[in-house]
């Protein structure tokens, strides 16, 4: 179950994200800033949560929200961008997991 306070949900138990200032932060470390890319990303996949999103929904959905137009593989790079900031380890990720054919926010609270 996804923690939400105003402007704060919490996606696992050291990790938050502020909906207002574009930011997340984990215990033990300094605010991490999100570009508006990883940050339209990421809301996704907390309105979602623990869902299965193709990269075809997250493109699709991305451009509705930029009014842009973004490749699958603007996908998996801001895919790979978000998790140098969220997981301990985004080589082995365990919060924005790959499960063929998308990938799914795996909330642990």
Same mark, same amino acid.
């Given at each position: 179950m996804l923690? !939400?306070?105003?402007? +704060?949900?919490?996606?696992? @138990?050291? *990790?938050?994200v502020d909906l207002l200032g574009h930011f997340i932060y984990q215990s033990?470390?300094? !605010?991490?800033?999100? +570009?508006?890319?990883?940050? @339209?990303? *990421?809301?996704i996949f907390i309105s979602n949560p623990n869902e299965l999103l193709d990269v075809t929904y997250l493109m699709n959905t991305m451009n509705e929200l930029?009014?842009?137009?973004y490749s699958e593989q603007n996908i998996y790079?801001?895919?790979?961008?978000l998790r140098s900031k969220i997981e301990e380890n985004p080589?082995?990720?365990?919060?924005?997991?790959?499960l063929r054919?998308?990938?799914?926010?795996?909330?642990?609270?």
């Open positions: 923690s !939400k306070s105003n402007s +704060t949900v919490q996606l696992s @138990k050291d *990790l938050k033990g470390r300094e !605010k991490v800033f999100l +570009t508006s890319m990883e940050f @339209k990303l *990421l809301t930029n009014d842009s137009c790079i801001q895919i790979s961008r080589s082995e990720p365990d919060l924005l997991i790959t054919p998308g990938y799914i926010l795996n909330i642990k609270i």
